[in-house]
Structures are given as C-alpha cells and as structure tokens.
C-alpha cells in the first residue's frame, strides 16, 4: 500500500528513536488532543459565564467595560487618525502667526534674543581663547623651567 518510498520511511528513525510513521500518528494524535482539549476548556468557560449571568452573578458592568476597552484600544490602533497630522498642524498655526498683528512684536523679540546669544557667544569664545593662551604660556614657562633645571643637574654632575 506504502509503497517502496512510504515502506522506507516507516522503517527510518526519527531523532528520538521512533519510526516516521509513529511519528506522524503520534503528531496527528497530539494535534487532535490539544483541538478537543481547547475545546472542551472554552465550552466549560462559556457555560460558567452562561450561568452567572442566569444567576445574576455576573456583573455586566464589567464586561461591558472590558469589551469598551477593548474595541477602544484595538480600533485606536488600526483606525485612520482623524485629526490633523503634524504638517497639517504645522501650517495652519505658521499661516495664523504670518498674518498675525504680534508678527513684527515676537520678530523684534526675536532679533533680540538671537543678539544676546550671539553676544554671550563672543564673550565666551574670547575667554576661551584667552585661557588658552594663558595656559599655553605657563606651559611653556613650566617646560623651560623643568629644562632648565635638567640642564643644571646634568651639567653639574659632569663637572
């Protein structure tokens, strides 16, 4: 019925030492176990909740919430956005500001702020500039210095 092939097969070991075809019920056995199990869970689930709800134990408040939530969070996900979007928001409150009558007041405002940072930038780059040449200078100073009494030591130990 198998066949030469199917005959091989069902005489070959899988890894754990059983033969293809053992391996294939056992696979079709635990598919349809775990399918009826499921199924069986499920059922025992929703005949609980049948149940409550005749007894009048169930609070449907709560599952009204929980299915609120639900369809809320998944509808937010997968839902087009219905409000602007940032370029859309964007233009509209760049257009209002252009043709705005406090347009020239932040402009000025502006200008001056842009001033005060450029100001506080010269500043700081002439004391950087300063400090270094300051501390290039004392390095200098110090390297002469250590040279100089390198060359005492020495010279007074060969003479």
Sequence with gaps: M??????????????????????????????????????????????????SFKDGTLNVDDVVKFWDTAFRSEHVEYAEQAGQSDEELFSVVYHKLVHS??????????QVFAETARTAAKRRTGKIATLS???ATYILHYYFLCYAVVCVLLLSEFC
């Design 133 to 135: 040449e300051r501390y």
């Design 2 to 51: 198998l066949g030469s092939v199917g005959k091989n097969l069902c005489t070959e070991r899988v890894t754990v030492g059983i033969t293809y075809c053992i391996f294939l019920d056992l696979q079709l056995g635990l598919k349809k176990f775990v399918s009826d199990e499921t199924t069986r869970a499920f059922d025992q689930l929703a005949e609980e909740d049948i149940k």
């Design 101 to 110: 009558p406090a347009l020239e007041t932040i402009l000025q405002a502006e």
